[in-house]
């Protein structure tokens, strides 16, 4: 059974920098079947999708998010990262970590809120 | 980037047939993917490359796509489909690649 589960600060201060982690069970960050993505969800509103990473550490980035993103990846640790530097109160959000083959995601995390505030 | 156009809501009674649609320009020509998401959880995946279910879905969760149209359909609705639904595709050929759509609340009456 896949499991991805998100850890973090719940509370991130303005201007600082956002960092999350998820660790992967059930399957291998490793292997080249799958993309390791992160998408958000602000309360109320819908799912934006953030980026993705590669095994083979290969990324892609959601434009309006690409100045200020990076992602990595542990497979040692069967982990992958985000890290959003600068953030503000519009980065307020559930994030997911997902898996997928190329266009979609069949395993998500729970989630977990990260608040942006003083 | 691609726009995905879902409307905000559709209702309807037990045991009938709900139909959200996702709108975009030739969406027939692309794989399209929806999931569901209940209140408080991660969304999952209820059908994949337009008509495909992950095993565990149950039959009455569809999927159909063309012309400038997708189509969820879901029969026989249970007072347990309450949820938000959300088509997503990839578009190769745009900047941003993953886009989701705004998403439809379906209420079970």
């Known amino acids: 059974q896949v499991q991805l589960q998100e850890s973090g600060p719940g509370v991130v201060k303005p201007s600082q920098t956002l960092s999350l982690t998820c660790t992967v069970s059930g399957a291998s960050t490793s292997s080249g079947s799958f993309y390791w993505s992160w998408i958000r969800q602000p309360a109320g509103q819908g799912l934006e999708w953030i980026g993705r990473i590669y095994s083979t550490g290969t990324t892609n980035y959601n434009p309006s998010l690409e100045s200020r993103l990076t992602l990595s990846l542990d497979t040692s640790k069967n982990q992958f990262s985000l890290n959003l530097n600068s953030v503000t109160a519009a980065d307020t959000a559930v994030y997911y970590c997902a898996r997928g083959p190329m266009e979609h995601f069949d395993y998500w995390g729970r989630g977990t809120l990260v608040t942006v505030s003083s | 980037s691609y726009v995905l156009t879902q409307a905000p809501s559709v209702s309807v009674a037990p045991g009938q047939t709900a139909r959200i649609t996702c709108g975009g320009n030739?969406?027939?020509?692309?794989?399209v993917h929806w999931y569901q998401q209940k209140p408080g959880q991660a969304p999952i995946l209820v059908v994949y490359?337009?008509?495909d279910r992950p095993s565990g879905i149950p039959e009455r969760f569809s999927g159909s796509n063309s012309g400038n149209t997708a189509t969820l359909t879901i029969t026989s609705v249970e007072a347990g489909d309450e949820a938000d639904y959300y088509c997503?595709?990839?578009?190769?050929?745009?900047?941003?690649?993953?886009?989701f759509g705004g998403g439809t609340k379906l209420t079970v009456l």
């Open positions: 030739k969406i027939g020509y692309k794989n």
């Open positions: 490359d337009d008509r």
């Open positions: 997503q595709l990839w578009d190769g050929h745009s900047d941003l690649s993953w886009v």
